[in-house]
């Protein structure tokens, strides 16, 4: 390869597309057109371009770029969810990078914390960066103050919980039913005191699985008895220490319905830590890794999450392709998977 001589770089600095023509012996005019797949370049240049890049190191920058087109996209979305390291958000995540990766787009991804201040710090952050278009997986209850973004054109989807004071797409799960079917499940085992652990009430979908907890209760003729009920496990040390007062009174509930992935965990750590796994039922909303190792198996109401993911992401992309339809809300079902924990029988715990 015929090379050019480079002008001197400071260590530090990020190699240039000017070092680059110098390498190869082109204009910076040629490179840029390389950088941007032009195909008029002859194949024998391209080759030296690329050449001198990879020698250099050389990265394009793809913001500046994206500045320099014409529909200024950046081909970056931005995604918030509860937890990047909790099984569902990362699954999520990863079902949303599959589709993004088919076009070419890259993900960017927060975790929220269930705090409504981060998920307005984080999603600006996003938009100040020019995302194409966000998902989320709203902390707070009022989404407003996305008003004027989407206004002024950024697409948006909600995901696993709709926005509030906003008029925007969403997908999410059928919560509500799925806890109805959890409880039921329970009292065709013949259960008739089941506790509830949740999440914080303020939580939609905690909110929502409550209701199905207490709707199948009241259709049963049960009363929901506050004493078993508790929406502050958001933890596994809260859920396990909540257990363990439950299993404690002197009228223990038979079964247990947990409503979130790290509740049920924790319930699991306490039933095993008092020797009760096999005595007390339990079913759990959400799937974990290894619940169908344990013995016995965990039965739990298991989301769709590749669904609620693929759906979410090509419901943004048509709208980054233009799809100026009516917003809607798609609701995923989801499904009882029964591994021996949900079908211990009520007489367990007395025997």
Same mark, same amino acid.
């Given at each position: 390869?015929?090379?050019?001589?480079?002008?001197?770089?400071?260590?530090?600095?990020?190699?240039?597309?000017?070092?680059?023509?110098?390498?190869?012996?082109?204009?910076?005019?040629?490179?840029?057109?390389?950088?941007?797949?032009?195909?008029?370049?002859?194949?024998?240049?391209?080759?030296?371009?690329?050449?001198?890049?990879?020698?250099?190191?050389?990265?394009?920058?793809?913001?500046?770029?994206?500045?320099?087109?014409?529909?200024?996209?950046?081909?970056?979305?931005?995604?918030?969810?509860? +937890?990047? #390291?909790?099984?569902?958000? %990362? !699954? /999520?995540?990863?079902?949303?990078?599959?589709? *993004?990766? @088919?076009?070419?787009? $890259?993900?960017?991804?927060?975790?929220?914390?269930?705090?409504?201040?981060?998920?307005?710090?984080?999603?600006?952050?996003?938009?100040?960066?020019?995302?194409?278009?966000?998902?989320?997986?709203?902390?707070?209850?009022?989404?407003?103050?996305?008003?004027?973004?989407?206004?002024?054109?950024?697409?948006?989807?909600?995901?696993?919980?709709?926005?509030?004071?906003?008029?925007?797409?969403?997908?999410?799960?059928?919560?509500?039913?799925?806890?109805?079917?959890?409880?039921?499940?329970?009292?065709?085992?013949?259960?008739?005191?089941?506790?509830?652990?949740? +999440?914080? #009430?303020?939580?939609?979908? %905690? !909110? /929502?699985?409550?209701?199905?907890?207490?709707? *199948?209760? @009241?259709?049963?003729? $049960?009363?929901?008895?506050?004493?078993?009920?508790?929406?502050?496990?958001?933890?596994?040390?809260?859920?396990?220490?909540?257990?363990?007062?439950?299993?404690?009174?002197?009228?223990?509930?038979?079964?247990?319905?947990?409503?979130?992935?790290?509740?049920?965990?924790?319930?699991?750590?306490?039933?095993?830590?008092?020797?009760?796994?096999?005595?007390?039922?339990?079913?759990?909303?959400?799937?974990?890794?290894?619940?169908?190792?344990?013995?016995?198996?965990?039965?739990?109401?298991?989301?769709?999450?590749?669904?609620?993911?693929?759906?979410?992401?090509?419901?943004?992309?048509?709208?980054?392709?233009?799809?100026?339809?009516?917003?809607?809300?798609?609701?995923?079902?989801?499904?009882?998977?029964?591994?021996?924990?949900?079908?211990?029988?009520?007489?367990?715990?007395?025997?």
């Amino acid at each position: 390869m015929t090379q050019g001589v480079p002008p001197p770089r400071s260590p530090r600095s990020r190699p240039t597309m000017r070092e680059v023509a110098a390498l190869a012996g082109v204009a910076i005019k040629t490179v840029s057109r390389v950088v941007n797949g032009v195909p008029t370049v002859d194949p024998a240049i391209v080759a030296r371009v690329r050449e001198a890049a990879d020698q250099l190191g050389y990265r394009p920058n793809l913001t500046a770029s994206s500045l320099r087109r014409g529909d200024g996209r950046t081909a970056t979305i931005g995604m918030l969810v509860e +937890d990047a #390291a909790n099984p569902f958000s %990362a !699954a /999520l995540t990863r079902t949303v990078e599959n589709v *993004a990766r @088919e076009r070419g787009v $890259l993900v960017l991804v927060g975790s929220l914390d269930e705090d409504p201040a981060r998920e307005r710090e984080l999603a600006r952050a996003l938009i100040d960066r020019r995302v194409d278009g966000l998902v989320i997986v709203p902390a707070g209850r009022d989404q407003s103050y996305l008003i004027s973004e989407q206004g002024s054109g950024t697409c948006m989807v909600f995901i696993d919980r709709e926005a509030g004071l906003l008029d925007a797409d969403a997908v999410v799960s059928d919560n509500r039913q799925g806890a109805v079917t959890a409880v039921n499940h329970l009292l065709k085992a013949g259960h008739r005191r089941i506790a509830y652990l949740g +999440d914080r #009430a303020s939580i939609s979908t %905690a !909110a /929502l699985r409550f209701d199905g907890y207490r709707h *199948a209760l @009241e259709v049963a003729q $049960l009363k929901c008895d506050e004493e078993i009920v508790l929406h502050a496990a958001a933890s596994e040390a809260a859920a396990m220490a909540a257990t363990e007062r439950f299993l404690s009174l002197p009228d223990p509930p038979t079964a247990l319905f947990t409503s979130q992935n790290l509740v049920t965990i924790g319930a699991v750590r306490a039933l095993r830590a008092l020797g009760l796994q096999d005595s007390v039922a339990h079913v759990g909303f959400d799937d974990f890794p290894l619940a169908d190792l344990l013995s016995p198996g965990v039965s739990v109401i298991a989301q769709d999450v590749e669904q609620l993911g693929k759906q979410a992401a090509e419901m943004l992309f048509h709208r980054l392709d233009g799809d100026q339809s009516p917003t809607r809300t798609v609701t995923v079902p989801t499904r009882l998977v029964e591994r021996g924990s949900g079908e211990i029988p009520a007489g367990a715990l007395r025997d």
